[in-house]
């Protein structure tokens, strides 16, 4: 599907115009609606893990796997701002989740600390990273801003913006700091979870209003990037060290740390909203 395609699917899935559907229909229809959105809202994913799958680990015409990988995930985010399916401003907001990825994955794999590595040759690996990594950090920053378009997103009882700004950094500094001063996760989920208690999406799947408990959303997102390591792991994109000798589930632990991770990135992406937002208000 080009992304030609693509910007006409996407002025299709957010036409909000009233459907003449009720009962089982209604339901079905939107049950459909919301999955082809959820997929539309991952094709910078879908795209990216796909290149894991079908890029052999030799490369492609002499060209070092992971340095492939990161022409591919340029390749896929260029044509998304070209075609409009991303604009400059949500660029900007996916470039910083590379950044703040990036530097992540190069505190974890140093020697020091080893949590992974990456073990193939690159030419484009700095500090023991290949430069493609970052964009699986960026992926969920765009998975995010994508799907807030497409669904109309708003959110009810946001915590205030300081206090969820501070909890995001704690929880980033914790994946540093755990190594030294031990792991706070499980205090820092305490707080999320009392911090967003109240706190409800509203969405649109098709063209009525539905809501949604916030921590869910964080939960389950933190799943599937469980179940899409799993993946980049067993095709050895990269590698724990229980999974040197052979490949093994990634721990479930993971999962925890993943769902962290989305409050984080959520809590970036509302904070830049609402700034925006601010900005254009006192613009008037």
């Not at 990825?101 to 500090?127: M, Q, R």
Request: net charge positive; glycine share 8%.
């Amino acid at each position: 599907m080009t992304d030609t395609m693509l910007a006409a699917v996407d002025r299709h899935l957010m036409d909000a115009r009233p459907r003449a559907l009720a009962g089982t229909r209604r339901a079905l229809a939107e049950f459909l609606y919301f999955g082809i959105k959820e997929a539309r809202a991952c094709v910078f994913v879908a795209g990216f893990f796909l290149a894991i799958l079908l890029i052999p680990r030799a490369g492609l015409f002499g060209m070092p796997r992971y340095d492939v990988l990161l022409v591919v995930a340029l390749a896929i985010q260029a044509g998304m701002v070209w075609s409009r399916l991303e604009t400059w401003d949500e660029l900007k907001a996916v470039s910083l989740f590379h950044v703040i990825g990036f530097a992540l994955e190069a505190f974890k794999v140093s020697g020091s600390i080893g949590s992974w590595s990456y073990p193939d040759f690159a030419y484009t690996k700095l500090w023991g990273v290949p430069l493609f990594a970052g964009f699986m950090y960026a992926a969920i920053g765009s998975y995010i801003i994508q799907a807030w378009r497409l669904l109309d997103l708003r959110v009810r009882h946001h915590p205030p913006y300081p206090l969820a700004a501070g909890i995001a950094i704690l929880v980033y500094l914790n994946f540093f700091t755990h190594h030294y001063i031990g792991d706070y996760r499980w205090y820092l989920a305490a707080c999320a979870l009392g911090l967003y208690a109240r706190t409800e999406v509203v969405f649109r799947p098709l063209d009525r209003d539905r809501r949604m408990p916030l921590l869910l959303g964080f939960v389950l997102t933190g799943f599937f990037i469980w179940l899409a390591e799993n993946i980049g792991t067993f095709w050895g994109v990269w590698r724990y060290p229980n999974q040197l000798g052979a490949w093994s589930v990634v721990h479930l632990s993971k999962w925890s740390s993943w769902s962290l991770l989305v409050i984080m990135t959520f809590t970036i992406v509302a904070s830049l909203k609402h700034v925006k937002a601010t900005v254009h208000v006192a613009a008037r």
